[in-house]
């Protein structure tokens, strides 16, 4: 009688089992997005940070219907520039988020104002130019001194569009503040590694001066003189990053208020 109900019980588990040793043939995600996030006026690429503090991409497949979920995120590299090389074949609608006009903009009960972000159909490599309105372009005055391993750097920030543009684009959007404008500080990101900012920075060093209600106002153009903090040790390479940011977060009520970059530059400690 064992012996039978044993027979039994190994002939389930095997018809059971059978999916298991089934062999997948679903293809290898083998597509690749690739490209640059650039300013619409200069077609320079948009700088800012490695990461979520970063430029977000996000992409849906289209291919599977209106209630599909979106690919997981991934970040722009510091230079602006985007690869994923394990995407499926399929119609994508791209989404950019960071620190420049929303490229997706709505009212605050969902009405939609625009959306300039593309649709694509991937199929091997595809290759995009995705043009924004940075908020700020940040850039050195010259190149930074060093003295007693204290390095003094001159930033200057200029708008990267205007107040008026910012506001058409922005305001109809509801719950306008004109505080959205202002900004908040400059950073100054020391490290040594070449890949210096908010993520790959020595607090030891680096530094930042902030600035409440419209104080900046007056300061926009001219060259701003921020130094490092501590003493960094002689005979060492080090890299550095300035970095600005507004009072205002993308995508609007995330709380992530995206930092533009200046470009790196290296500085030999004596």
Known sequence: MKLKLYAVIGAVLMLSSCDVFKVDNYDEPDCTLQGTVVDAATGAPVLTDQGSEGIRVRLTELSWGDNVQHNPDFFCMSDGSFRNTKLFKGEYYCRFDGPFIPLVRETSNGTPLADECPVINLSGTKTLEIKVQPFLNVRFDGDPVVSNGVIKAKVVVDRGVSTDEFRSKIQPMGDWDEAYMNMTDIQLFVSYSPAVGYRARDDRWSN????????????????????????????????????????????????????????PMEVMIP
């Open 208 to 263: 930042k001066i902030e600035y409440s209600s419209d104080a900046f106002n007056d300061l926009f153009g001219k060259p701003v003189t921020i130094s490092s903090q501590g003493e960094i040790p002689s005979g060492r390479k080090v890299f550095v990053r300035a970095a600005a940011r507004i009072n205002y977060d993308t995508p609007r009520g995330s709380g992530t208020r995206r930092w533009n970059y200046s470009e």
